[in-house]
Every structure is written in structure tokens, then in C-alpha cells.
């Protein structure tokens, strides 16, 4: 189980999936020879045949009064146009408990935006009703990203998405809708990371003069700080994530912040540092 220590403030990665993909799954232009031109990659974040290694988790933020799950990966019983992510039945409640955070036990569940992968265990199936699986945490929205799925929910792209796995959590009462750099706490906030969606937002962490960033989609897989330019299928505006990248690489460079990857294969997390034109994790 990795976890990370930011000062007073305690990170900890519950993983739903992970294993190698395809690149083009994820990123169209990642192909096997494209990819073996970054050789840092290797063999951390590639296979030797050239597939990404990628990984479904949520990460825990322990303050000292509070417990926060960013991102909730894909859930169990869930109708799905990514046949590998439908009707799930993992075992993600009983590893996170066995860690140490039975699902009464989290206060806040950020969700750093909508899509089918990172809102999947906001509910829970009980009785043929969708129910919030941490009943005693407050759901916070990015009001923008809210608002952009309410008028486009693409259910023909990633299945009953907002009514399975978002909705519920508004009708139950148990969901903010927040500005993009809002504060958690005084050691958490929103940091807005647009394009991917479109209000996209990355999670930043500040205690004891130490400082981390969880990155949700604004960057996929390692591979992009190496090619920024490189779009994921799914961003919602491919050039604003483009740029996005592009500028989060350049204020993070050669910084004293943890960059800790929504999806990175394990170490997940690093530090940005210059390579050339562009940038790597050095881990």
C-alpha cells in the first residue's frame, strides 16, 4: 500500500484496478514506437512491448481532523459502454476498510471531475437503489463541471454516468457544488485544471512546508510531460488541455511539490524536472 507523508498531512492509494493497456486506449498517439523514444519511461510506466501501465485508484488525504477520498474509481454493478468496466464486482469497499477507512469513516469525497472512472463509488447498489457509499462524507462538485454535464451527460459514450453515480449523491443531500479553487481546509484546495472536462479541477496539498499536487486527468500517464501535446480521446477540449499541461509542467519544474498521478503505475508519484524542450518524473 503506498502512501506519502506531506508535512502533518497523510496520503494513501486504495487501488481498484491496475495493469498494462493498449496506449491508444487511452492516448491516440501513444503507440509502441513513440513511446520508446522517452527511455525514462521504461520500466516503470512500460511494458516491453510498448503498453502503458496505468492504474484505477483513490487517494486517501488524512489531515489531522479529517479524512478525504479523491476520486472514486469505477464501482461495482454499474451498466457500462467499457465492457471491462461493466457490472464490477471488486473488492474495493473490503481493501479500503482492511486499510484502515471503513467507508463511515470518510468526511469528504472530492471528485476532481465526472467521468465514469473517478465518480464510480460515489453509490453503492442496495436494493435495487442507488445509494451514497460514504453516507457520512459531503460530495464536493465543481459547480462548472456540474453544470457542463447537466447539459450533455453522454450516456451513449460512457453509459447512465450522472444517474448512477452523481445524481443520487444531490438527491441524498450530501452534495456542494463549490468554485474551482475552493478550500477544503487549510491545507487543501482546488487547483482549476481545465480542458480535460471543463471544469476539471487537481487537488493541491500544503503542510509543514511540504507540498503535493494530485494531478486527477490533467495528465494521464507520465508519458505526457514528455509530450505534452499528446491528447487523451475523452479531453472535452483538447487544445485548453494542451496548454493546461503545458503550463501546470512549467510551475511545477524543478519545484519541492509531490506530483502524485490519478493514474501512474506504481512509484505514482515524483518530481517534474526539466528534459530537454520538455520535462520527466524523476522518481
Not at 490533467?218 to 479531453?235: E, G
Request: aromatic share 10%; glycine share 8%.
Amino acid at each position: 500500500m503506498a502512501q506519502w507523508q506531506i508535512g502533518d498531512v497523510k496520503v494513501t492509494k486504495i487501488i481498484e484496478e491496475d495493469g498494462p493497456v493498449p496506449g491508444n486506449f487511452v492516448l491516440p498517439d501513444a503507440n509502441p514506437e513513440a513511446l520508446a523514444e522517452i527511455p525514462w519511461l521504461s520500466p516503470n510506466f512500460v511494458t516491453e512491448k510498448g503498453w502503458l501501465k496505468m492504474s484505477i485508484h483513490a487517494l486517501i488525504i488524512e489531515t489531522q481532523d479529517l479524512r478525504i477520498m479523491v476520486d472514486t474509481c469505477v464501482g461495482n454493478d454499474k451498466e457500462r459502454t467499457t465492457k471491462a468496466w461493466a457490472m464490477r464486482s471488486g473488492p474495493f469497499l473490503k481493501d479500503l476498510s482492511s486499510a484502515g477507512f471503513p467507508r463511515e469513516s470518510i468526511d469528504y469525497v472530492i471528485c476532481t471531475h465526472l467521468h465514469v472512472d473517478h465518480v464510480g463509488w460515489n453509490t453503492m447498489l442496495v436494493d435495487g437503489e442507488w445509494l451514497p457509499t460514504f453516507p457520512n462524507a459531503r460530495y464536493l462538485f465543481g459547480r462548472k463541471e456540474w453544470e457542463a454535464w447537466q447539459a450533455d451527460p453522454q450516456e451513449e459514450e460512457f453509459g447512465p454516468v450522472m444517474q448512477d453515480s452523481v445524481t443520487p449523491i444531490v438527491t441524498a443531500g450530501l452534495a456542494d457544488l463549490v468554485d474551482s479553487d475552493h478550500r477544503v481546509n487549510s491545507e487543501v484546495w482546488f487547483e482549476p485544471t481545465y480542458g480535460h472536462t471543463a471544469g476539471h479541477i487537481s487537488v493541491r496539498i500544503s503542510s509543514g512546508g511540504e507540498d503535493a499536487v494530485i494531478t486527477g486527468d490533467m495528465t494521464h500517464h507520465p508519458c505526457q510531460l514528455a509530450r505534452p501535446q499528446w491528447p487523451c480521446y475523452a479531453d472535452y477540449d483538447p487544445e485548453q488541455a494542451i496548454q493546461t499541461r503545458r503550463d501546470f509542467y512549467a510551475r511545477y519544474a524543478d519545484k519541492p511539490v509531490l506530483v502524485i498521478g490519478t493514474h501512474f503505475a506504481p512509484p505514482t508519484a515524483g518530481y517534474i524536472v526539466p528534459d530537454g524542450d520538455y520535462y520527466k518524473l524523476n522518481i
